[in-house]
């Protein structure tokens, strides 16, 4: 015969009930006495697990709400961004209170978002924390108007975009802004062997393009200022065959000769924005990660570059899955 389990949170049969009574109290009200008396971890001796060193990094990543950012024009728009901040943590310490981190941002949440209004918050819950170093980063999608190639129409093109801000130990504060521009890539040999086959057999055939992906990151140097249209314009200055919103058969016929104008390989794409970038003042440091999403093979071709400052970006990227649209 099977005997029966004591269940502690669930009545059984026969039962008065449970053993552990479980209810929520809403009307129950915290004091100052009774939240002084609440056990609190950062008082605890010996309670480090594992190596006792310091961390780099600790934080919340992706906690979300809206936030006001400037347009290159002073307009104002509300955004829905994904925040990550994070402080460095002395090896004597067992940890933070992360809820700090999320406080000091809603406190400056009214603000208009800007890289420097982020030195601020950085700040603020650098010395709340009593860290030596800290890093935020503010993700958002960033529209764009854009009118078409020759009809007129225009339409909303959005932009991956990202602030970010660290505040080093020596109290450096550095600036970055992430930039994913999305074009179409004409394969320069596929034109090439085509147009072979036209002039030699007139055989019609179509060059392969696809749909590609440029992640640019820059540090803004100290003093400058640099908008996300700036960004932009340097992205289209470079690449030029940005993919269209709104489009008429004019339009469409149009882009056909501005991918047959600016055909390029992966290698062409990343040393057309070195050049860009490395010519404005405003850029201390950039790195650009492209992705042509090839529709002649099953994989991709990528490339990385960067300006070469020592200490800056290495071309280091290698998360090319995040640049799949």
Known sequence: MKTKSKLYLHPTEGSRGTR???AYDARFKVTPAYRAELPDMMAASEAIDGAKVGIQQVGVSNFRLPIKVRTKRSGVLTVEARVTGTVSLEAELKGINMSRIVRSFYEHKDGVFTLEWLGRILAAYLQRI???E???KVAFSYPIPQRSLRSGLEGWQYYEVAYEAALTHTGRYRRFLHFDFVYSSACPCSA???EHARDRRGVYSIPHSQRSK????VEVATGRKLAIED???HCLNALQTETQVMVKREDEQAFAEL??????FVEDAARLLYRELNGDPRIRDFQAACAHLESLHSHDAVSVICKGVKG???ADFLDFGQLVC
Request: positive net charge.
């Open 20 to 22: 552990i009574p479980r």
């Open 130 to 132: 009593k860290s030596k």
């Open 134 to 136: 800290a890093r935020l």
């Open 192 to 194: 090439e062997l085509a």
């Open 214 to 217: 440029a992640r640019v990151s």
């Open 231 to 233: 960004l932009h314009a």
């Open 259 to 264: 991918n047959g104008a600016y055909i390029k």
């Open 312 to 314: 800056g970006y290495a």
